[in-house]
């Protein structure tokens, strides 16, 4: 597992503009903290899981074909994935700030990015990654399970997302990495404290 950096360490993203990721393994509580920033902020979301249930719920072509991914804890195909971001940011002016939230989670995702945003017009300013050690992340994953009784948290698939993270997501960091676009934020502590380091990245 790569360090924790903590917040004071961590170099800020103020004054650089364009679109924002935010990336972290499961459990970390990237999903609350994503909705919070992008509200705090005036952003748009573009949360790639939420969109995917959404589609589930509304029982549409696409949640049929990705629910299976989804209750096992596998990621959708790259092809998939990436035209239903390319669909949603279409619909978003270049000039509105996007934080883009578990997306891209492969390297292919991050190379296709890399292609819509230059046809779009957009700009990657920075990465947020959100990090913890797994054994936190396996007790809270575990705790939402017995809480939530959620179907795609049983600790057989908990692993199995843990598993999947390190080896197709960890790679997306490093490629990020290479181009210093990455900002380290420990999410461990409460809500507040994480929401907190994450606005000192970003402000
Ligand atoms: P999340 O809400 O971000 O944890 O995503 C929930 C589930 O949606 C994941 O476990 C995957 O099955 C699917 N998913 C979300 N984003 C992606 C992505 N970028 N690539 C592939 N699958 C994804």
Do not use: C
């Amino acid at each position: 597992m790569t360090d924790i950096v903590s917040a004071s360490e961590t170099s800020s993203l103020r004054g650089i503009g364009g679109d924002l990721i935010i990336m972290g393994p499961p459990g970390v509580g990237k999903g609350t903290q994503a909705k919070a920033l992008a509200q705090e902020h005036g952003w748009v979301q573009l949360s790639t899981g939420e969109v995917f249930r959404d589609h589930i719920r509304r029982q549409t072509d696409l949640g049929r074909r990705v629910k299976g991914y989804l209750e096992r804890g596998e990621y959708v195909p790259d092809d998939v994935t990436v035209r239903m971001v390319r669909a949603k940011l279409e619909d978003i002016p270049p000039s509105t700030r996007v934080l883009l939230d578990g997306f891209p989670r492969t390297v292919e995702q991050a190379k296709a990015l890399d292609r819509l945003f230059g046809e779009m017009g957009r700009h990657l300013g920075g990465v947020l990654l959100l990090d913890a050690p797994r054994e936190a992340l396996v007790a809270r994953l575990n705790g939402r399970a017995l809480a939530e009784h959620r179907a795609d948290d049983t600790p057989e698939i908990i692993a199995n997302r843990l598993d999947v993270y390190e080896e197709q997501t960890r790679p997306v960091i490093s490629y990020y990495e290479d181009r210093g676009l990455v900002k380290r934020v420990s999410g461990l502590g409460s809500v507040a404290d994480v929401s907190a380091r994450l606005r000192e990245a970003v402000e």
